[in-house]
């Protein structure tokens, strides 16, 4: 195995970096990788994009919105049904975008923003007509009772048979989109029972945003100064060893905490030099739990697949390189791979898990660079370097296009 400890350095390094979403924090530990990535031979640079820099206003106002129209609707006449009918599905269709990687319109046109910053880093045969980009992100989320880790130890005493048989997180934005959608129905069909059941789930839904908002950022060290370990990772061991005939690009991006606004702005700005017919994309997400996971598909809404020809491929590359790779798991959250996958490209989605299939310390204070598991993080390199020479050494056009792309 080769020396990795300085993948270890940095995790703690960066977990040191207050890192919310487009923050001064996120910009110095994007400066600090692009200096790294450097060192290790590859072409690095900081972009600055645009971002709101979190997701509690762009669903907490339109979730608020719809609760406050709910209940004038209930104490009001036909009129005020009429606006809480407006209103709810004015809501219900911003949340519905801003959960989904849409074009997160509602936040755009009505909420401020501030700068962000990707990494951008080429290595390998960069004249090559094939490129792989590996994707992962540095900023960190803030933490609220919504991710409490005591939960599924409950449900893993209580109802086992239940945690044994879900290979699928929960939806957790579901009612957060139901709470609107119900508060639309129920104030144009008369429906008092439909809209109550609303108003409470669009109340709750903006209070919950409230009470992450208030929160401070965790350290982040799995979720996902792993991938960006990773992303080191690969640099080192290529330039060790050069891959001929492939493109490689290390992206680590900012503000993916908000709903992917770092890696909309790398899709605006590159992917119309990247054809999805010679581009394959790895995102490398929370790699740091104690079993390494590919995921077979993730939507906090939608669920979309990741195309199969592409995780036939990773699945030989781990059995060849020793690396166990659980399968099966679908997540009901939303990482950056779900935006390449949209655009049509072939795509993967790299995580890991705990015995309760979700990442270890998720999105909580104890997310921390004492609690990674270290081997998991070496396994991801081995993997993602070894995807990155299957696929140079593979005739032919790339795997399948998405069939889910949009």
Known sequence: MPDRRHLRDAIAHLAAIDRPSASPGEREAAQWIAARLGEFGCSARVEEERAHGGYWFPL?????????????????GRN???LAGGAGAFAAAAIYDDVSGGSLWFRRRFLPSRPTWNVVAE???????????FVAHHDAAHWGILFHPGVLPLLARYAPGLLERSDTSPPLMAPVFAGPALVALGALTGSRRLLTAGTALALGSAATFA???????????NDNLTGVATLLGVATELAERPVEGLRVLLVSTGSEESFMEGMHAFA????????????????????GSPELALLEGEGMLRMREYPDDFKRLIDVCARDAGVHLRRGLRF????????????GYPTAMI??????????????PTDTADNVDHGSVDDAVTLCTAIAR????TAGPPAERSATSA
């Open 390 to 393: 299957r696929v140079a050494a």
């Open 351 to 364: 995580g890991s898990v705990t015995p309760h299939k979700v990442p270890a310390n998720y999105h909580w």
């Open 123 to 133: 290595t390998g045969d960069v004249d090559a007509e094939r490129t792989i980009v």
């Open 80 to 82: 005020a049904r009429l």
């Open 268 to 287: 605006r700005r590159h992917f119309p030099r990247l054809p999805p017919e010679s581009t394959h994309v790895v995102c490398v997400d929370t790699v």
């Open 60 to 76: 907490g106002v339109p979730a608020a919105l719809a609760g406050a129209a709910g209940l004038a609707a209930q104490r009001g």
């Open 332 to 343: 009901r959250n939303a990482t950056d791979g779900l935006i390449a996958l949209k655009a």
């Open 211 to 221: 009470e992450i908002g208030s929160r401070g950022a965790v350290p982040g060290a």
